[in-house]
């Protein structure tokens, strides 16, 4: 029961991190990678389920 919840905190703060560095990015560096504004969450919930 512990691992699991460690590993859904880690997902957590996987997608946390990541969600704050893509809303940090410039546009034209998200454009250069083929993110929208738009779909920064997908991708940072994307990235923390392979983390």
């Known amino acids: 029961?512990?691992?699991r919840l460690r590993h859904r905190?880690?997902?957590w703060l996987?997608?946390?991190q990541t969600l704050a560095s893509l809303r940090q990015a410039p546009d034209s560096t998200?454009?250069?990678a083929g993110i929208s504004r738009e779909e920064i969450r997908e991708h940072a919930r994307h990235?923390?389920?392979h983390r």
């Open 30 to 32: 998200l454009a250069d």
């Open 47 to 49: 990235a923390s389920l």
């Open 14 to 16: 996987a997608y946390r």
């Open 9 to 11: 905190f880690a997902r």
């Open 1 to 3: 029961m512990f691992d």
